[in-house]
């Protein structure tokens, strides 16, 4: 198996975790931000001073990508290039929003027709969203949404549809649907990366270290309506 250094930045939380073997050896995480330029890379030093320690050697850095916050996602890439660049390590990319979908289905009981829904905040009644099913196939690419009662009305008639993250809240008045549940208290933390990058890593999606950058600047702004821009 490997072990693999994980950094998330995509919110206002920082945190940083070391995997070996499916486990998580090391992690921190600080929830007073945003203030991933002044934590992150004291975190980092304490992860990789670890395994040194340890005579744990890396074999990949993984980063989420976004969708998520403009300088919080630059910062956490940048910071995962350097360490690869340095240590000849690779690159791994993970969707922050498939991300946030891992504490749910380890700690929620749902039911097997289920979806997920997990959003990231994007002013007013703005969000990144995306849909997904429990074995974390998209049933609907992220986007960015403008919510109202009609916006997730072709599978809510369908599926019973759980809602978390940071802009769900405020959706669920527009919602207002009786299959759709809110989950609180979910945040896309480097801890839960651990599934979600090893499974990259052993399927060979790794990233070019040199011209990757975080999807929230390549592909989500491009792609949004002018007024969310």
């Excluded at 011209?211 to 600047?217: A, D, G, H, M, V």
Aim: contains cysteine.
């Amino acid at each position: 198996m490997a072990c693999i250094l994980h950094i998330e930045t995509s919110t206002q939380v920082c945190s940083v975790a070391v995997s070996e073997d499916s486990h998580v050896i090391f992690q921190q995480e600080d929830h007073s931000g945003p203030n991933h330029a002044e934590r992150l890379g004291s975190m980092v030093d304490e992860a990789l001073s670890f395994t040194d320690n340890h005579a744990i050697p890396f074999d990949a850095v993984a980063v989420s990508c976004g969708p998520g916050s403009y300088t919080g996602l630059r910062i956490g890439v940048s910071m995962a290039k350097g360490i690869c660049y340095g240590r000849n390590l690779k690159l791994i990319a993970v969707p922050t929003l498939e991300l946030m979908c891992v504490p749910v289905l380890l700690r929620e009981m749902v039911e097997e027709d289920a979806l997920l829904c997990p959003m990231i905040d994007a002013r007013r009644m703005e969000v990144y969203a995306g849909i997904y099913d429990r074995a974390l196939h998209e049933i609907r690419p992220v986007g960015a949404d403008v919510v109202d009662a009609d916006t997730y009305k072709e599978w809510l008639e369908k599926h019973p549809i759980y809602f978390f993250g940071n802009g769900a809240a405020k959706c669920m008045e527009a919602i207002n649907h009786p299959n759709a549940h809110l989950i609180e208290g979910i945040e896309p933390l480097a801890k839960w990366m651990q599934p979600l990058a090893e499974r990259r890593l052993l399927n060979g999606q790794t990233e070019d270290v040199a011209y990757f950058e975080p999807f929230y600047l390549k592909d989500y702004v491009a792609k949004m309506p002018k007024k969310l821009i």
